[in-house]
């Protein structure tokens, strides 16, 4: 496996610059970004274990890939194709792949789960250009020769990447093979997007300041209902970095909790995903960090508001009592399994070696970065008690946890007449006894006018 970063992303952009340039990866890769349509790379890669992909993110940019040890070659042959190539596309690619993006987004439009998903994005992060989801009528104002330019200058410079290559490799075959191709890769005359971490440009984006919970509604064949509450974390001080390492653990436990809550004592869903981002903020050395944890699970659509209140309760009595004893060490017992099968698989030494570089204390030595790592690690794991537990879910959740927090319930679109009948008594529960009799009075002209026209048909006939 193999993985390469550089800093500078689209958090770079300007607003005007924004939806052509974060088209760029889309466009790019319709047309190939390795110097060959992908049809015809597919047909070359055939029989070979080897791909590269890439990505453009808020703060980085960066190239990953997978393959067998015996096709290392062809998969450093991807990267220094990567950057050598410059996407170029005539008139008619042009017109095929703004074809085949305007029907692949089109397509997400009509998916519910997106529109979920988009609404939650918007809500929780601001209607901020950045996160405004791209619709098919937006794909007019993209200008796709600025797109694949700016995905080629992504791409363009060795020399602001580091490169991390962990597997089954021999050190004597693969090191010839990484000069080769890797330091092969020639260094344009003038840097480019060659950006210092600690002078990135922030993300603009705001959590709402209280409580907000809405309804997204879809035309679904089966129905099906989706649940995401979110609350916002703000890590400060000069120990954010074991603050890191407490968000893990409550995570885990506020999953565990919340699954006892839900499944096995109401049996109303099968499963519950406590997730975390931490990337709100920029890369820094000094800097917060910033993000949220989210509470997901599906259920049916008549129980979603009541396994919500059930969610937060449960939340709310691990931060007023704190967790039990056994609550603790099952949690430690899960981290350490995790820990421990993790250091079997390539995939958590490619991680765990990224980190490192991308530590705020990486100074240009890997391994006392490492070292950081795993003394944050065991000095959070030897304090957890039942009592810094509820101290850090009282310090890193809103307290009470009641007090700010969004929930997203995606549901079934309703029938038309089931629709109004919503809305009606919706809007008795917010008019109150002016609005019933509104609503009444609206109701009896309806009726009254429903009966006139009735009886006028009548006397025609």
């Known amino acids: 496996m193999t993985s390469g970063f550089a800093y500078g992303g689209l958090s770079e952009l300007s607003e005007t610059d924004y939806l052509s340039c974060s088209m760029g990866s889309t466009i790019a890769g ?14 070359m ?3 070979k274990r080897a791909e590269v992909g890439t990505k453009v993110g808020a703060y ?7 393959c067998s040890p015996s096709d290392l070659e062809t998969a450093l042959q991807l990267v220094y194709q990567l950057f050598l190539t410059s996407v170029m596309p005539g008139d008619e690619e042009v017109k095929l792949v703004m074809q085949m993006t305007k029907e692949a987004i089109k397509a997400q439009e009509r998916d519910p789960f997106t529109a979920f998903a988009n609404r939650v994005r918007e809500l929780n992060y601001g209607k901020s250009y950045f996160f405004k989801p791209i619709r098919a009528k937006d794909l007019k104002n993209v200008d796709p020769i600025k797109s694949c330019q700016y995905f080629d200058s992504c791409f363009k410079d060795p020399s602001t990447f580091s490169v991390v290559i962990v597997g089954n490799i021999e050190p004597a075959i693969a090191l010839p093979l990484i000069l080769q191709y890797l330091g092969g890769i020639p260094k344009p005359d003038k840097p480019v997007m060659h950006f210092n971490r600690d002078e990135l440009k922030a993300l603009p984006f705001t959590f709402p300041k209280s409580v907000v919970r809405e309804v997204v509604r879809s035309q679904m064949v089966e129905a099906q209902c989706s649940v995401q509450i979110t609350f916002p974390v703000d890590l400060k001080g000069p120990h954010v970095m074991e603050e890191i390492h407490f968000v893990g653990f409550l995570s885990k436990l506020l999953e565990t909790r919340i699954m006892q809550v839900l499944r096995f004592k ?4 099968y499963s519950v995903n406590v997730s975390v981002f931490l990337g709100g903020n920029k890369p820094s050395r000094t800097g917060n960090v910033r993000g949220d944890i989210t509470v997901n699970f599906s259920c049916d659509p008549d129980s979603s508001w009541r396994l919500v209140g059930l969610s937060l309760d449960e939340m709310l009595c691990l931060q007023e009592q704190g967790p039990s004893d056994l609550d603790v060490s099952t949690i430690l017992e899960i981290e350490q399994r995790a820990y ?3 250091l079997q698989e390539n995939g958590y030494w490619l991680d765990r070696i990224l980190r490192g570089y991308q530590s705020r204390f990486y100074a240009g030595d890997l391994n006392v970065s490492l070292k950081a790592q795993d003394e944050w690690r065991n000095k959070v794991r030897s304090s957890l008690t039942k009592v810094t537990m509820q101290e850090a879910l009282q310090r890193i959740l809103p307290s009470p946890c009641t007090k700010q927090y969004t929930v997203v319930v995606l549901m079934p679109k309703l029938p038309r007449l089931q629709r109004l009948k919503s809305f009606l ?5 917010r008019l109150g006894i002016e609005g019933k009799v509104l609503i009444g009075t609206t109701g009896t002209l309806v009726l009254a006018a429903f009966w006139w026209k009735y009886s006028r048909a009548r006397n025609v006939t």
């Open 30 to 43: 319709e047309i190939g970004v390795f110097g060959y349509k992908p049809s015809v790379l597919t047909d």
């Open 60 to 66: 980085m940019r960066s190239f990953s890939g997978d």
């Open 266 to 269: 109401h049996g109303q869903i």
């Open 45 to 47: 890669l055939a029989g």
């Open 425 to 429: 008594f919706s809007g008795e529960k």
């Open 340 to 342: 421990e099968n993790g």
